[in-house]
Protein backbone atom coordinates (compact mmCIF):
# COMPACT_ATOMS: atom_id res chain seq x y z
CA UNK A 1 0.00 0.00 0.00
CA UNK A 2 1.53 3.61 -0.86
CA UNK A 3 2.61 5.52 2.28
CA UNK A 4 3.92 2.06 4.19
CA UNK A 5 7.40 0.25 4.26
CA UNK A 6 6.61 -3.42 5.59
CA UNK A 7 3.61 -3.17 6.84
CA UNK A 8 4.56 0.31 8.81
CA UNK A 9 3.02 3.90 7.26
CA UNK A 10 6.03 6.11 6.63
CA UNK A 11 5.89 9.31 8.20
CA UNK A 12 7.11 12.62 7.14
CA UNK A 13 7.98 15.93 9.18
CA UNK A 14 7.56 19.08 7.29
CA UNK A 15 9.58 22.13 8.83
CA UNK A 16 7.42 24.81 7.81
CA UNK A 17 3.68 25.79 7.73
CA UNK A 18 3.71 28.39 4.72
CA UNK A 19 2.16 27.56 1.36
CA UNK A 20 5.14 25.16 0.16
CA UNK A 21 5.20 23.34 3.56
CA UNK A 22 1.17 22.80 4.16
CA UNK A 23 1.00 21.67 0.25
CA UNK A 24 3.96 18.94 1.33
CA UNK A 25 2.12 17.87 4.05
CA UNK A 26 -1.36 17.80 1.09
CA UNK A 27 0.63 15.49 -0.93
CA UNK A 28 2.18 13.06 1.59
CA UNK A 29 -1.11 12.57 3.30
CA UNK A 30 -3.23 11.78 -0.11
CA UNK A 31 -0.78 9.20 -0.59
CA UNK A 32 -1.51 7.80 3.18
CA UNK A 33 1.61 9.02 4.62
CA UNK A 34 1.58 9.96 8.30
CA UNK A 35 2.39 14.05 8.37
CA UNK A 36 3.31 16.54 10.89
CA UNK A 37 3.87 20.04 10.39
CA UNK A 38 5.90 22.11 12.68
CA UNK A 39 5.60 25.88 12.41
CA UNK A 40 7.36 27.99 14.67
CA UNK A 41 4.10 30.93 14.36
CA UNK A 42 1.33 30.16 16.81
CA UNK A 43 -1.15 29.32 13.98
CA UNK A 44 -1.19 28.17 10.31
CA UNK A 45 -1.98 31.45 8.64
CA UNK A 46 -0.40 34.23 6.45
CA UNK A 47 -0.08 38.10 6.49
CA UNK A 48 -2.81 39.98 4.36
CA UNK A 49 -1.90 40.18 0.91
CA UNK A 50 -2.99 38.48 -2.74
CA UNK A 51 -1.05 35.98 -4.40
CA UNK A 52 -1.59 35.35 -8.52
CA UNK A 53 -1.18 31.20 -9.24
CA UNK A 54 -0.15 30.95 -12.38
CA UNK A 55 -1.22 27.94 -15.30
CA UNK A 56 1.38 25.80 -13.81
CA UNK A 57 0.68 26.24 -10.31
CA UNK A 58 -2.78 25.48 -10.84
CA UNK A 59 -2.12 22.30 -12.39
CA UNK A 60 0.62 21.50 -9.00
CA UNK A 61 -2.83 22.18 -7.22
CA UNK A 62 -4.67 19.88 -8.90
CA UNK A 63 -2.43 17.31 -8.00
CA UNK A 64 -3.77 18.03 -4.27
CA UNK A 65 -7.02 18.21 -5.67
CA UNK A 66 -7.71 21.68 -5.25
CA UNK A 67 -6.84 23.66 -8.30
CA UNK A 68 -10.38 23.81 -9.57
CA UNK A 69 -11.54 25.61 -5.84
CA UNK A 70 -9.03 28.73 -7.15
CA UNK A 71 -10.34 28.29 -10.71
CA UNK A 72 -13.66 28.84 -9.34
CA UNK A 73 -13.25 30.73 -6.23
CA UNK A 74 -10.63 33.42 -8.26
CA UNK A 75 -10.40 33.35 -12.15
CA UNK A 76 -8.05 36.01 -13.66
CA UNK A 77 -6.73 36.88 -16.57
CA UNK A 78 -2.81 37.28 -17.12
CA UNK A 79 -1.24 40.39 -16.68
CA UNK A 80 -2.37 42.78 -19.42
CA UNK A 81 1.43 43.80 -19.56
CA UNK A 82 4.13 46.76 -18.25
CA UNK A 83 3.34 50.56 -18.83
CA UNK A 84 5.40 53.72 -18.42
CA UNK A 85 4.44 56.13 -15.76
CA UNK A 86 2.63 58.06 -18.26
CA UNK A 87 0.29 55.23 -18.88
CA UNK A 88 1.95 54.61 -22.24
CA UNK A 89 2.31 51.05 -23.27
CA UNK A 90 6.05 49.01 -22.77
CA UNK A 91 4.37 45.60 -23.28
CA UNK A 92 1.29 44.36 -24.18
CA UNK A 93 0.46 40.96 -23.40
CA UNK A 94 -2.01 39.11 -26.00
CA UNK A 95 -3.92 37.88 -22.89
CA UNK A 96 -6.79 35.94 -25.09
CA UNK A 97 -3.84 33.95 -26.80
CA UNK A 98 -1.51 33.36 -23.10
CA UNK A 99 -4.80 31.92 -21.80
CA UNK A 100 -5.73 29.85 -24.79
CA UNK A 101 -1.98 28.77 -24.68
CA UNK A 102 -1.47 28.22 -21.24
CA UNK A 103 -4.80 27.82 -19.24
CA UNK A 104 -6.44 29.96 -16.57
CA UNK A 105 -4.67 32.24 -14.14
CA UNK A 106 -6.26 32.99 -10.12
CA UNK A 107 -5.62 35.53 -7.65
CA UNK A 108 -6.21 35.06 -4.45
CA UNK A 109 -5.70 36.26 -1.02
CA UNK A 110 -2.52 34.54 0.75
CA UNK A 111 -4.96 33.77 3.63
CA UNK A 112 -7.53 32.31 1.92
CA UNK A 113 -4.87 29.54 0.07
CA UNK A 114 -3.20 28.61 3.55
CA UNK A 115 -6.77 27.73 4.42
CA UNK A 116 -7.50 25.76 1.60
CA UNK A 117 -4.22 23.48 2.62
CA UNK A 118 -4.54 23.24 6.30
CA UNK A 119 -8.13 22.40 6.07
CA UNK A 120 -7.23 19.28 3.35
CA UNK A 121 -4.33 18.43 6.43
CA UNK A 122 -5.48 16.22 9.21
CA UNK A 123 -5.66 18.81 12.39
CA UNK A 124 -3.17 16.45 14.56
CA UNK A 125 -0.75 16.83 11.75
CA UNK A 126 -0.51 20.58 12.69
CA UNK A 127 2.03 21.54 15.49
CA UNK A 128 2.21 25.59 15.74
CA UNK A 129 4.10 27.17 18.07
CA UNK A 130 7.18 24.71 17.36
CA UNK A 131 10.35 26.23 16.53
CA UNK A 132 13.18 23.93 14.75
CA UNK A 133 16.47 24.54 15.75
CA UNK A 134 18.26 22.25 13.81
CA UNK A 135 17.77 19.18 11.03
CA UNK A 136 20.67 16.20 10.63
CA UNK A 137 20.60 14.41 7.49
CA UNK A 138 19.78 11.02 8.81
CA UNK A 139 15.96 12.99 9.68
CA UNK A 140 16.22 14.22 13.58
CA UNK A 141 14.41 17.66 13.85
CA UNK A 142 15.43 19.00 16.94
CA UNK A 143 13.23 22.00 18.22
CA UNK A 144 11.89 23.88 21.28
CA UNK A 145 9.71 20.95 22.31
CA UNK A 146 12.93 18.12 22.31
CA UNK A 147 13.65 16.26 19.24
CA UNK A 148 11.49 14.29 16.29
CA UNK A 149 12.39 11.93 14.27
CA UNK A 150 11.06 10.56 11.02
CA UNK A 151 11.58 8.56 7.35
CA UNK A 152 11.65 11.85 5.54
CA UNK A 153 12.48 15.17 6.67
CA UNK A 154 11.33 18.42 4.48
CA UNK A 155 12.43 21.95 5.04
CA UNK A 156 9.89 24.31 4.09
CA UNK A 157 11.06 27.09 6.55
CA UNK A 158 11.41 29.88 4.07
CA UNK A 159 14.22 31.88 2.69
CA UNK A 160 16.21 32.11 6.22
CA UNK A 161 15.72 28.26 6.19
CA UNK A 162 17.21 26.75 9.45
CA UNK A 163 17.22 23.69 7.72
CA UNK A 164 19.07 24.76 4.81
CA UNK A 165 21.71 26.15 7.56
CA UNK A 166 21.99 22.88 9.06
CA UNK A 167 22.75 21.15 6.48
CA UNK A 168 25.21 23.56 4.65
CA UNK A 169 26.10 25.54 6.91
CA UNK A 170 29.30 26.14 4.64
CA UNK A 171 27.25 28.12 2.14
CA UNK A 172 26.45 31.94 1.66
CA UNK A 173 22.90 33.39 2.69
CA UNK A 174 20.59 34.68 0.92
CA UNK A 175 21.43 37.88 -0.80
CA UNK A 176 19.41 41.78 -1.08
CA UNK A 177 18.76 42.69 -4.08
CA UNK A 178 18.59 46.35 -3.78
CA UNK A 179 14.76 47.22 -3.79
CA UNK A 180 12.42 47.17 -1.44
CA UNK A 181 8.54 46.10 -1.64
CA UNK A 182 5.49 46.95 -0.28
CA UNK A 183 2.35 44.97 -0.72
CA UNK A 184 -1.32 46.39 0.08
CA UNK A 185 -4.92 45.69 -0.37
CA UNK A 186 -6.73 48.31 -1.28
CA UNK A 187 -10.45 48.77 -1.01
CA UNK A 188 -12.73 47.56 -4.25
CA UNK A 189 -13.27 49.68 -7.30
CA UNK A 190 -13.16 49.30 -10.40
CA UNK A 191 -9.73 48.81 -12.16
CA UNK A 192 -9.41 47.50 -15.85
CA UNK A 193 -6.72 43.90 -15.33
CA UNK A 194 -4.02 43.38 -13.63
CA UNK A 195 -0.89 45.48 -15.09
CA UNK A 196 2.63 46.86 -13.91
CA UNK A 197 4.24 50.05 -14.62
CA UNK A 198 7.81 51.44 -14.80
CA UNK A 199 9.59 54.42 -13.54
CA UNK A 200 13.20 55.09 -12.69
CA UNK A 201 14.51 52.66 -9.95
CA UNK A 202 11.00 52.19 -8.90
CA UNK A 203 7.40 50.10 -10.05
CA UNK A 204 3.55 49.62 -9.27
CA UNK A 205 1.67 46.70 -10.23
CA UNK A 206 -2.18 46.15 -9.03
CA UNK A 207 -4.19 43.17 -9.42
CA UNK A 208 -7.87 43.04 -8.72
CA UNK A 209 -9.22 40.21 -6.17
CA UNK A 210 -12.20 38.54 -7.04
CA UNK A 211 -14.25 40.46 -4.32
CA UNK A 212 -13.58 43.55 -5.95
CA UNK A 213 -10.80 44.88 -3.61
CA UNK A 214 -7.07 45.36 -5.56
CA UNK A 215 -4.05 43.62 -4.40
CA UNK A 216 -0.91 45.90 -5.16
CA UNK A 217 2.59 46.11 -4.74
CA UNK A 218 5.43 48.34 -5.49
CA UNK A 219 9.16 48.20 -5.83
CA UNK A 220 11.64 50.64 -5.53
CA UNK A 221 16.07 50.94 -5.25
CA UNK A 222 16.55 51.89 -1.57
CA UNK A 223 19.59 50.37 1.02
CA UNK A 224 17.92 47.32 2.99
CA UNK A 225 16.62 48.10 6.26
CA UNK A 226 15.03 51.56 5.08
CA UNK A 227 11.71 51.24 6.29
CA UNK A 228 8.90 53.79 4.17
CA UNK A 229 5.28 54.32 5.22
CA UNK A 230 2.64 55.17 3.37
CA UNK A 231 2.18 58.72 2.95
CA UNK A 232 5.56 59.03 1.57
CA UNK A 233 4.71 55.90 -1.27
CA UNK A 234 2.12 58.27 -1.92
CA UNK A 235 3.97 60.97 -2.60
CA UNK A 236 6.81 58.76 -5.08
CA UNK A 237 3.62 57.75 -7.33
CA UNK A 238 1.41 60.83 -7.00
CA UNK A 239 2.22 61.79 -10.56
CA UNK A 240 2.22 58.18 -12.20
CA UNK A 241 -0.75 57.29 -14.06
CA UNK A 242 -4.43 56.35 -13.13
CA UNK A 243 -5.38 54.07 -11.14
CA UNK A 244 -2.06 54.41 -8.94
CA UNK A 245 -2.45 57.69 -6.91
CA UNK A 246 -6.51 56.74 -6.29
CA UNK A 247 -5.29 53.09 -5.46
CA UNK A 248 -2.46 54.27 -3.13
CA UNK A 249 -5.47 57.39 -1.59
CA UNK A 250 -8.13 54.82 -0.68
CA UNK A 251 -4.80 52.18 0.96
CA UNK A 252 -4.92 51.94 4.48
CA UNK A 253 -1.25 52.06 6.55
CA UNK A 254 -2.92 48.89 8.48
CA UNK A 255 -2.78 46.64 5.31
CA UNK A 256 0.87 47.85 4.11
CA UNK A 257 3.37 45.36 4.51
CA UNK A 258 7.16 46.19 3.66
CA UNK A 259 9.59 43.67 2.99
CA UNK A 260 13.35 43.76 1.23
CA UNK A 261 13.86 41.64 -1.55
CA UNK A 262 16.41 38.42 -1.24
CA UNK A 263 17.24 35.74 -3.59
CA UNK A 264 18.84 32.72 -2.77
CA UNK A 265 22.75 32.11 -4.55
CA UNK A 266 21.78 28.50 -6.27
CA UNK A 267 22.02 25.52 -3.91
CA UNK A 268 24.49 22.59 -5.16
CA UNK A 269 21.82 20.12 -3.95
CA UNK A 270 17.92 19.98 -2.70
CA UNK A 271 18.68 16.73 -0.93
CA UNK A 272 21.06 15.60 1.87
CA UNK A 273 20.50 12.36 3.51
CA UNK A 274 16.75 11.83 4.62
CA UNK A 275 16.29 15.70 4.01
CA UNK A 276 14.80 17.96 1.17
CA UNK A 277 14.48 21.87 1.16
CA UNK A 278 11.56 23.14 -0.97
CA UNK A 279 10.05 26.28 -1.93
CA UNK A 280 11.82 30.01 -0.69
CA UNK A 281 14.04 27.21 1.77
CA UNK A 282 15.61 26.09 -1.57
CA UNK A 283 15.65 29.04 -3.82
CA UNK A 284 14.13 32.09 -2.94
CA UNK A 285 13.51 34.41 -5.81
CA UNK A 286 12.58 37.65 -6.93
CA UNK A 287 8.59 38.59 -6.97
CA UNK A 288 9.08 39.52 -10.78
CA UNK A 289 7.61 36.91 -12.42
CA UNK A 290 4.91 36.04 -9.30
CA UNK A 291 6.60 32.40 -9.63
CA UNK A 292 7.78 32.09 -6.01
CA UNK A 293 4.76 30.25 -4.40
CA UNK A 294 4.10 28.38 -7.86
CA UNK A 295 7.61 26.79 -7.61
CA UNK A 296 7.21 25.76 -4.16
CA UNK A 297 3.61 24.24 -5.16
CA UNK A 298 5.63 21.98 -7.80
CA UNK A 299 8.44 20.92 -5.41
CA UNK A 300 5.72 19.53 -3.29
CA UNK A 301 3.88 17.90 -5.83
CA UNK A 302 6.81 16.20 -7.53
CA UNK A 303 8.62 15.47 -4.09
CA UNK A 304 5.40 13.24 -2.94
CA UNK A 305 5.42 11.69 -6.25
CA UNK A 306 9.09 10.86 -6.59
CA UNK A 307 9.70 10.03 -2.63
CA UNK A 308 6.07 7.40 -2.76
CA UNK A 309 7.01 6.12 -6.20
CA UNK A 310 10.54 5.22 -5.53
CA UNK A 311 11.35 5.34 -1.86
CA UNK A 312 13.26 7.72 0.03
CA UNK A 313 16.59 8.09 -0.95
CA UNK A 314 16.26 7.49 -4.92
CA UNK A 315 12.80 9.52 -4.61
CA UNK A 316 14.94 12.40 -3.13
CA UNK A 317 17.51 11.94 -5.70
CA UNK A 318 14.93 12.03 -8.61
CA UNK A 319 13.63 14.85 -6.85
CA UNK A 320 16.97 17.08 -6.97
CA UNK A 321 17.14 15.80 -10.49
CA UNK A 322 13.85 17.36 -11.67
CA UNK A 323 13.57 20.47 -9.51
CA UNK A 324 16.85 22.10 -9.18
CA UNK A 325 17.69 22.92 -12.89
CA UNK A 326 14.28 23.98 -13.40
CA UNK A 327 13.61 26.23 -10.28
CA UNK A 328 17.29 27.80 -10.78
CA UNK A 329 16.55 28.78 -14.44
CA UNK A 330 13.19 30.35 -12.72
CA UNK A 331 15.17 32.23 -10.44
CA UNK A 332 17.71 33.71 -13.23
CA UNK A 333 15.00 34.48 -15.28
CA UNK A 334 12.86 36.31 -12.24
CA UNK A 335 16.00 38.86 -11.74
CA UNK A 336 16.57 39.26 -15.35
CA UNK A 337 12.64 40.14 -16.36
CA UNK A 338 12.66 43.27 -13.56
CA UNK A 339 16.24 44.42 -14.08
CA UNK A 340 15.39 46.85 -16.48
CA UNK A 341 12.55 48.59 -14.08
CA UNK A 342 15.43 49.32 -10.98
CA UNK A 343 17.69 51.13 -13.99
CA UNK A 344 18.35 54.67 -12.88
CA UNK A 345 19.98 56.52 -15.47
CA UNK A 346 17.80 58.49 -18.06
CA UNK A 347 19.35 57.57 -20.98
CA UNK A 348 19.05 54.33 -20.35
CA UNK A 349 15.23 54.30 -18.93
CA UNK A 350 14.56 56.65 -22.30
CA UNK A 351 16.01 53.50 -24.51
CA UNK A 352 13.90 50.97 -22.93
CA UNK A 353 11.21 52.86 -23.09
CA UNK A 354 11.64 53.84 -26.96
CA UNK A 355 12.67 50.03 -27.37
CA UNK A 356 10.32 47.86 -25.59
CA UNK A 357 7.26 48.76 -27.32
CA UNK A 358 9.08 47.98 -30.60
CA UNK A 359 10.05 44.48 -29.29
CA UNK A 360 7.17 41.39 -31.08
CA UNK A 361 4.72 40.14 -28.36
CA UNK A 362 5.86 36.70 -28.95
CA UNK A 363 9.29 36.76 -27.59
CA UNK A 364 7.70 37.57 -24.25
CA UNK A 365 5.22 34.98 -24.91
CA UNK A 366 8.04 33.04 -25.45
CA UNK A 367 10.29 33.92 -22.64
CA UNK A 368 7.04 32.88 -19.77
CA UNK A 369 6.89 29.65 -21.68
CA UNK A 370 9.05 27.29 -20.02
CA UNK A 371 7.68 29.02 -16.24
CA UNK A 372 4.04 28.03 -16.99
CA UNK A 373 4.37 24.96 -19.49
CA UNK A 374 4.97 22.54 -16.51
CA UNK A 375 2.75 19.39 -15.83
CA UNK A 376 3.74 16.44 -13.48
C1 LIG B 1 6.16 40.95 -2.94
C2 LIG B 1 6.03 39.52 -3.28
C3 LIG B 1 5.06 39.11 -4.18
C4 LIG B 1 4.95 37.77 -4.52
N1 LIG B 1 4.00 37.39 -5.42
C5 LIG B 1 3.90 36.11 -5.78
C6 LIG B 1 2.89 35.70 -6.71
O1 LIG B 1 2.08 36.51 -7.17
N2 LIG B 1 2.84 34.38 -7.06
C7 LIG B 1 3.72 33.46 -6.55
O2 LIG B 1 3.64 32.29 -6.93
N3 LIG B 1 4.66 33.82 -5.65
C8 LIG B 1 4.77 35.11 -5.25
N4 LIG B 1 5.70 35.47 -4.32
C9 LIG B 1 6.59 34.44 -3.73
C10 LIG B 1 5.91 33.68 -2.62
O3 LIG B 1 5.35 34.55 -1.68
C11 LIG B 1 6.91 32.77 -1.92
O4 LIG B 1 7.75 32.15 -2.85
C12 LIG B 1 6.18 31.68 -1.12
O5 LIG B 1 5.32 32.26 -0.18
C13 LIG B 1 7.19 30.77 -0.44
O6 LIG B 1 6.51 29.85 0.36
P1 LIG B 1 7.32 28.90 1.35
O7 LIG B 1 6.29 28.04 1.99
O8 LIG B 1 8.46 28.28 0.65
O9 LIG B 1 7.98 29.89 2.42
P2 LIG B 1 7.29 30.84 3.50
O10 LIG B 1 6.02 31.38 2.99
O11 LIG B 1 8.34 31.80 3.93
O12 LIG B 1 6.93 29.87 4.71
C14 LIG B 1 7.91 29.40 5.60
C15 LIG B 1 7.23 29.01 6.90
O13 LIG B 1 8.19 28.39 7.76
C16 LIG B 1 8.05 28.90 9.07
N5 LIG B 1 9.36 28.79 9.72
C17 LIG B 1 10.49 29.46 9.42
N6 LIG B 1 11.49 29.08 10.21
C18 LIG B 1 10.99 28.12 11.03
C19 LIG B 1 11.55 27.34 12.07
N7 LIG B 1 12.84 27.47 12.42
N8 LIG B 1 10.76 26.46 12.72
C20 LIG B 1 9.45 26.31 12.37
N9 LIG B 1 8.87 27.04 11.39
C21 LIG B 1 9.63 27.93 10.72
C22 LIG B 1 7.62 30.34 8.86
O14 LIG B 1 6.97 30.86 10.02
C23 LIG B 1 6.67 30.20 7.68
O15 LIG B 1 5.36 29.92 8.06
C24 LIG B 1 5.83 36.81 -3.95
C25 LIG B 1 6.79 37.21 -3.02
C26 LIG B 1 6.89 38.54 -2.68
C27 LIG B 1 7.93 38.95 -1.67
Partial sequence: MAGTTRGRRRKAIIVGG???????????????????????????????????????????????????????DGPADPPAGIRGSHGDWLIRNDVDGLKRRFGPWATVHRAALVALLRAAVPPEALRPGVDVRGVRPDGTVHHGG????????????????????????ELPGPRYVGYTTWRLIAPPQLVEGSAETWGRGERFGHVPMPDGRVYCYAMANAPAGSRIGLAELRERFARWHAP????????????????????????????????????????????NLGQGACQALEDAVTLAHAVDTLGVRAGLAAYDGARRPRTQLIVR?????????????????????????????????????PAYDWRL
Fill in 18 to 72: GIGGLATAVAFHRRGWQVEVLERAPAFTEAGAGLSIQPNGLRALDALGLGDRLRA
Fill in 146 to 169: GASAADLVVGADGVHSVTRRSLWP
Fill in 333 to 369: RSRQAGAAAHWTSTPLTTLRDALLPRLPNALFARSLT
Fill in 244 to 287: IPALLASADEKTVLQHDTYELPKLPAYVRGNVAVLGDAAHAMTP
